[in-house]
């Protein structure tokens, strides 16, 4: 379960490295010595997974299951191109062992099928290597046995509560610098610490 009102966001423009040494000096700021479970939920990008394992090597590393779903459907269109009941039928019951994380039944499907052509070929192969590589971050009926969230749902509004809604209105342009100074004021607002974020910058 997740709390109302405890969300707290980390954000800039800047690079992996950057972001994650923010990232870690807030979770450290929120309790991460007492914590006696420690999660990280991204999507597939390998450099959200050389930063967890730099910051947080102890964490539960999981694979938001809607990318995992998305690398899915990458399949299933290559395979099934023009054959909608076919590629609906193939796609529940991969669907299905994706969700229990299953990745090993998924991956022999992937073997089993009948490929079109070169370029189904390749994008088998290429997402093979992917559901191969994150298997371990896919174990999501035994995540969800631990009471453990499976979805980046929370992080997606994030990025569009903290940014889109204030950054990415209609005729907007922005500096690296104006959206920095404008992202740390809108994640100190929205993460309740607004008082604390003006009293840390009084001059007077």
């Known amino acids: 379960m997740r ?3 405890t969300t707290t966001y980390v954000g800039a423009i800047e690079t992996a490295e950057e972001i994650g040494k923010d990232l870690y000096a807030e979770v450290i700021r929120r309790g991460l010595a007492k914590a006696k479970t420690q999660v990280v939920l991204g999507d597939g990008a390998a450099w959200i997974w050389a930063m967890a394992s730099e910051h947080f090597p102890h964490a ?3 694979v938001d299951l809607y990318h995992a779903r998305e690398h899915l459907w990458t399949v299933v269109h290559a395979v099934y191109p023009e054959e909608e009941g076919r590629r ?3 796609m529940r019951r991969r669907l299905e062992e994706l969700n229990q994380g299953d990745i090993a039944s998924l991956l022999k499907a992937f073997q089993r099928v009948k490929l079109p052509n070169k370029q189904a ?10 559901f191969r590589k994150r298997r371990k971050q896919m174990r999501y ?3 969800r046995s631990l009471g453990l969230f499976v979805g980046s749902g929370v992080i997606e509004a994030g990025c569009k509560v903290v940014v889109g809604q204030r950054l990415k209105q209609s005729g ?13 004021l809108r994640r100190a607002f929205l993460s309740g610490e607004w008082e604390d974020f003006r009293a840390s910058r ?3």
């Open 3 to 5: 709390e109302e009102g």
């Open 60 to 62: 539960i590393q999981i």
């Open 88 to 90: 609906n039928r193939w």
């Open 121 to 130: 070929q390749e994008t088998v192969q290429t997402q093979t290597k992917f």
């Open 141 to 143: 009926a035994y995540f």
């Open 172 to 184: 907007m342009r922005w500096t690296v610098h104006g959206s920095n100074a404008t992202i740390s």
């Open 202 to 204: 009084h001059t007077g």
